[in-house]
């Protein structure tokens, strides 16, 4: 599904891969197949991937419940609004009731290996987000502990690393508690993750406030927010193969797109392997089928 069509109902937004729907007090996001990459939304959907970002998220909220309360309401379309389920086609795994909350400008990532923007910070400055970092480290190197390195939240173009003095002038006293945090769970996800066999390189995350109370929102360690490796493949030195859209960054790279949109189409097998490549790390971290 590419596009949700919801006649009636009203229309949030509309991001790179979420349609997010007014829903009285709540909002319904909606997880479509769309695939975003170098901020360009691609022509070409794949498979399935919107209900696995909604049903992994699902999966994460539950375990890291015990850390803060997030945003979700309900996932199963008969508890929410009556308006909403004739569209129960569209909604089903891959929807989420949730509530509205007013979110942090500020992207909150975790890094545990040198990979990314963050290899690319390195080559040219030594550090990373204004941390400095040893010297001699080589690609997709695991750091020598997690690191907090925040972004802006562009509303065009790219986002960009920033400082730990950035975010918090930003977002003020926020900007500790969301630190500690997202290393919190990240250290926690990664121990999971590493008994099923699966690196969390990085992760991204979103905070916000809801009636005054720091919550987690949106997608949580997704294949699109999070650099999933293999751990019997890792290697460092290079780029690692990946069970998220880093197999379309490096196609995408392979072709000297300019990153400028239009994206281009991608071809059927680039579409299925990434698909499969998605399926594949729901079904290890969560040990269910999609």
């Not at 508890?79 to 004739?86: D, I, N």
């Not at 960054?249 to 392997?273: C, F, M, T």
Request: charge should be negative; hydrophobic fraction near 40%.
């Amino acid at each position: 599904m590419f596009q949700t069509n919801l006649p009636g109902l009203t229309l949030h937004s509309r991001g790179k891969v979420r349609d997010i729907y007014d829903a009285g007090e709540f909002l319904v996001i909606v997880a479509s197949d769309r695939l975003s990459a170098f901020d360009c939304v691609l022509p070409t959907p794949i498979e399935d991937k919107g209900r696995v970002l909604t049903q992994m998220t699902l999966f994460w909220l539950s375990m890291l419940g015990d850390v803060l309360p997030n945003h979700l309401v309900s996932s199963e379309v008969d508890e929410y609004p009556l308006a909403f389920r004739p569209f129960r086609d569209q909604l089903e795994g891959r929807s989420m009731l949730v509530r509205r909350a007013e979110m942090l400008p500020v992207e909150c990532v975790a890094r545990g290996y040198l990979a990314g923007s963050g290899w690319k910070d390195y080559q040219r400055t030594g550090s990373l987000c204004g941390i400095i970092l040893p010297d001699g480290l080589v690609e997709s190197d695991r750091l020598p502990e997690p690191l907090f390195t925040p972004a802006s939240k562009a509303q065009s173009g790219h986002d960009e690393n920033i400082s730990f003095r950035d975010a918090e002038s930003a977002i003020g006293a926020a900007a500790q508690k969301v630190r500690n945090l997202t290393l919190e769970i990240y250290q926690r996800a990664s121990e999971y993750a590493a008994t099923k066999g699966i690196i969390i390189a990085d992760t991204k995350f979103e905070f916000g406030f809801a009636g005054g109370q720091l919550i987690l929102a949106d997608e949580v360690l997704t294949p699109d927010s999070s650099r999933f490796w293999p751990g019997d493949l890792y290697k460092p030195g290079g780029p690692q193969p990946s069970y998220d859209k880093q197999y379309v960054r490096d196609y995408l790279e392979s072709i000297h797109w300019n990153k400028q949109p239009p994206a281009p189409v991608l071809p059927k097998e680039i579409a299925a392997k990434t698909a499969e490549k998605y399926r594949e790390a729901f079904n290890l971290l969560t040990g269910k089928k999609l």
